[in-house]
């Protein structure tokens, strides 16, 4: 299947560990992104790459930090887990220029700290 | 700072009934604007609208931008309880090529 898929699909952990959200694409887009939606179902980007490059980094803390080994995948890594990073994690990806394709998003990663 | 804003907020209608959601934005360098729609998972893509005035359809669904008003809305005929979800605005921000979401309406459709 074509898609972006993100694993894990739940996450429950403990604060102060450290945990990674893995996100594979093989639509061969060459941007990728992570948002983040809140309990008010709000979506908010963090991070962007485009061919493995950093291009949008919002203010997010820097214990998160997201790593793309190649253009097909970004993984995001959080140190030092927090209750208010409970939240789901969405990955999307999309053809340049973006602004003309949209994006394609995986299904989310439910992450919840406690 | 970019903004992109919906209403109402959410919206409980009937079967059959004909909803019109709203979405406003103020984003730098304005690209184009999407719709989506959200159950229980990830955004599903709806309509990319990039001309003013053009509408866009898909079955029971369309909508249309209006570029000198800075806004777009999303009509629903003859609504149907699969149609419950969240409907997601969003605008692409030139430059950074990053889209900006609105906070979404959440549409319940009871039988």
């Known amino acids: 299947d074509t898609a972006v898929s993100q694993t894990p699909k739940y996450l429950v952990t403990q604060m102060g560990n450290d945990k990674s959200i893995k996100c594979e694409q093989n639509l061969g887009h060459d941007t990728m992104y992570w948002y983040k939606q809140d309990s008010k179902k709000f979506l908010k980007i963090m991070f962007s790459?485009?061919?493995?490059?950093?291009?949008i980094n919002e203010t997010v803390p820097n214990r998160f930090s997201p790593k793309s080994p190649d253009k097909a995948h970004l993984n995001l890594h959080i140190n030092s887990l927090e209750l208010g990073d409970s939240a789901v994690y969405f990955c999307?990806?999309?053809?340049?220029?973006?602004?003309?394709?949209?994006?394609?998003f995986g299904s989310g990663t439910r992450l919840t700290v406690v | 700072e970019d903004k992109v804003v919906q209403s109402p907020l959410s919206l409980v209608v009937h079967e059959g009934d004909t909803v019109t959601l709203n979405c406003s934005y103020e984003v730098t360098n304005f690209r184009s604007l999407l719709w989506y729609k959200q159950e229980k998972k990830a955004p599903t893509f709806l309509f990319m609208l990039t001309s003013s005035g053009i509408e866009k359809k898909s079955g029971r669904l369309s909508s249309i931008l209006d570029k000198k008003e800075l806004s777009s809305i999303l009509n629903i005929t003859a609504t149907q309880t699969g149609d419950s979800a969240i409907y997601l605005c969003a605008a692409f921000q030139g430059g950074s090529e990053k889209l900006v979401f609105g906070k979404g309406t959440k549409l319940t459709v009871n039988p």
């Open positions: 999307a990806s999309s053809q340049d220029p973006p602004a003309m394709y949209g994006y394609t």
């Open positions: 790459y485009n061919n493995k490059e950093l291009i």
